[in-house]
């Protein structure tokens, strides 16, 4: 069987990351929880290692979550789905413009894999009502249904509890003994590379308070939690007292070419090792 690797194309996408979160997992764990899980590199990288029991996987957007949810119930429906979707600009215009409400779940799910893997830079935002408008992105020959990553995806999905739902419900399902990776929207390490819109809700400062405040209480009832974050002064000021380490990626979410390149991030631990 094929090795499943992320479906999407994830702005902030943790695949440049994962030597360095795998390094500070904890040896042994009981269920996973991943509830900002984007492209979920870090499951699909856990799931290949067979490193992974009970799975939490979430998200407060419903659109992404429509994509597991579509892949783990009717894979063979969504490839389906997908093989209709051609790369051309009109052709992506006509499918973003969809409502998803009209569609059914592998369409929904096809739409946004499409819209992913032929929009500019892979970026996934929405305006304040909720649509996804980011202009059709310039490829020579872009893989829009990749068979075979698609069914191994479905594969390590099957069983998964997989759900959307805000971040803090956390708190609900992780016991003593199980094991959370936040990968929240980055702290704005400037006005250009700030890319919040992921949602029409955005992320801010208080929604970055109220995560570390989640992330305190995880580590009082002893669940363990690892969080990668932007390095800047607020999020520094934010997790004071956590062991807290910073590393170097590549990053390419900025309007200006040459605020790309690599850039501080953080990681972070609840409990100590």
């Known amino acids: 069987m094929n090795r499943a690797r992320p479906v999407l194309k994830w702005a902030g996408g943790k695949g440049q990351l994962l030597p360095a979160l795998l390094a500070r997992l904890p040896e042994t764990f009981a269920a996973y929880h991943e509830p900002f899980v984007g492209g979920g590199a870090l499951f699909f990288a856990l799931a290949a290692q067979r490193r992974v029991g009970p799975v939490f996987l979430s998200d407060a957007n419903p659109s992404l979550i429509d994509v597991y949810l579509g892949l783990q119930t009717d894979v063979d429906a969504v490839i389906v789905a997908l093989r209709r979707h051609v790369y051309d600009r ?10 998803p409400a009209d569609l059914s779940l592998p369409e929904r799910a ?31 020959n872009p893989t829009i249904c990749d068979e075979p990553n698609l069914r191994a995806a479905a594969a390590v999905l099957r069983g998964v509890d997989i ?12 016991r003593p003994g199980d094991f959370v990776y936040f990968d929240p929207p980055y702290d704005p390490v400037s006005r250009t590379a700030n890319f919040t819109g992921y949602d029409r809700r955005g992320f801010g400062p208080d929604d970055q308070r109220r995560l570390r405040d989640v992330f305190a209480e995880l580590g009082r ?35 200006k070419v040459e605020g790309r390149g690599k850039v501080a991030e953080v990681i972070v631990v609840n409990l100590p090792a």
């Open 163 to 174: 759900a959307c739902r805000p971040f803090t419900t956390v708190l609900d399902a992780a």
């Open 90 to 99: 009109d052709r992506y215009y006509a499918v973003r413009a969809l409502n």
């Open 221 to 255: 009832r002893g669940v363990r939690a690892m969080l990668s974050n932007s390095d800047t002064p607020f999020i520094r000021e934010l997790y004071a007292g956590f062991p807290l380490e910073q590393v170097f990626v590549g990053r390419v979410v900025n309007s």
């Open 110 to 140: 096809a739409r946004v894999i499409y819209l992913n893997k032929t929009c500019y830079n892979g970026l996934y935002r929405e305006n304040r009502a909720g649509q996804f408008n980011v202009p059709f992105g310039r490829y020579a």
